[in-house]
């Protein structure tokens, strides 16, 4: 899902440790919403077109990036969907209220609960914005950072920063948000008004070290893991830590990724990957011992099957997936 941008053609393989082991899971997945035909309704079971990225929401609902419906929408554990912004008629770029405002294939969203604020990246038109609560269910729409339809790379003022290609985004713990810059190769901060760049030098690749030596190549995902940030790299097929002013280094797996779409980690120092390649759902425990939680290792319909799952999420004691090319979002009760 990334357009203006080269296909994959750098593929390293990820940090190898020891003899692959993984178990199936998938007799836990259920199909949470969406009918596995591309639509754009509310309700129950509701329709979507795409959803990418997830982000937790309010009272055990999570918030979804509708990629080919232009839309930002939640839905709850009783599978029902509502549309907080845009929609399928409502693409381009256009700021104001939110039954008015205009997104192109959002990508990454993020809630801050403190505020109520939730952030989205679009990818397309390379600006994070804002969707903010003025009233009872009612929001308005605003650009954060970067000038839209402009892409490039600049630190500096918000309004006058670039991005290329932006596709996840994050709360960050110390105030403000962490954006995953894909078409920089960067991890850029955006707070107090002003954009700078916390790990990436801008040149593809996948070297450790420090911050402002490591590289990456297609930073895709991003999640926070305590004060660390893990990162799914497509395609140098690997999740990344970072400590933020420190360094950066590769997460130990036991089996290799194939096209990382989507990170998510758990208290328990688990972290689940998106493996799009694969069409499978991957765990990584502290040892990096690998299992497979969902996915039957080829693309398809069903409940089993995952098609190019785009997203996982650990919320409310369930493993959140945002099923792509289902048009789906499925869930896993987590022990």
């Known amino acids: 899902m990334m357009k203006n941008l080269k296909p994959y053609m750098v593929m390293l393989p990820v940090l190898l440790i020891m003899v692959t082991i993984s178990c199936r899971q998938d007799e836990t997945i259920k199909v949470l919403a969406g009918t596995g035909e591309a639509g754009f309704e509310d309700g129950i079971p509701g329709k979507m077109n795409k959803p990418i990225r997830l982000t937790a929401f309010q009272d055990n609902s999570v918030i979804f990036a509708d990629f080919s419906n232009?839309?930002?929408r939640s839905v709850n554990l009783k599978g029902e969907i509502r549309t907080i912004a845009g929609g399928p008629d409502k693409e381009g770029f256009l700021d104001g209220p939110a039954d008015q405002a205009k997104f192109k294939s959002p990508h990454g969203v993020a809630y801050?609960?403190?505020?109520?604020?939730?952030?989205?990246?679009?990818a397309s038109n390379h600006i994070i914005r804002m969707i903010t609560p003025v009233g009872n269910n009612e929001?308005?729409?605003?650009?954060?950072?970067?000038?839209?339809g402009?892409?490039?790379?600049?630190?500096?003022?918000?309004?006058?920063?670039?991005?290329?290609?932006p596709h996840g985004?994050?709360?960050a713990p110390?105030?403000?948000?962490?954006v995953v810059d894909i078409g920089n190769a960067r991890v850029r901060q955006i707070k107090d008004g002003m954009v700078s760049t916390i790990a990436g030098t801008g040149e593809h690749g996948a070297m450790d070290g420090n911050t402002n030596e490591a590289t990456f190549t297609y930073p895709m995902d991003l999640v926070l893991d305590g004060e660390n940030i893990l990162i799914a790299d497509a395609a140098t097929n690997s999740i990344r830590i970072i400590i933020p002013g420190t360094k950066v280094s590769t997460l130990a797996a036991m089996d290799s990724l194939d096209t990382p779409h989507g990170v998510a980690a758990d208290k328990k120092g688990i972290v689940y990957e998106a493996d799009m390649g694969t069409s499978r759902i991957i765990s990584i425990n502290k040892e990096g011992i690998t299992s497979v939680v969902a996915g039957v290792g080829k693309p398809g319909p069903g409940i089993e099957e995952l098609n190019k799952p785009a997203a996982v999420?650990?919320?409310?004691g369930y493993l959140w997936i945002a099923d792509l090319y289902n048009h789906q979002i499925k869930v896993i009760k987590l022990k």
Do not use: K, Q, R, W
């Not at 929001?139 to 839209?148: K, N």
């Not at 110390?174 to 962490?178: A, D, P």
């Open 70 to 72: 232009h839309a930002i």
């Open 313 to 316: 999420l650990v919320h409310a």
């Open 139 to 148: 929001y308005e729409v605003s650009t954060l950072a970067g000038i839209p």
């Open 150 to 165: 402009e892409s490039g790379f600049a630190d500096g003022s918000a309004d006058s920063a670039l991005f290329n290609s």
């Open 169 to 171: 985004v994050v709360i």
């Open 174 to 178: 110390g105030g403000g948000i962490y």
């Open 112 to 122: 801050d609960p403190a505020t109520g604020i939730i952030y989205t990246v679009s």
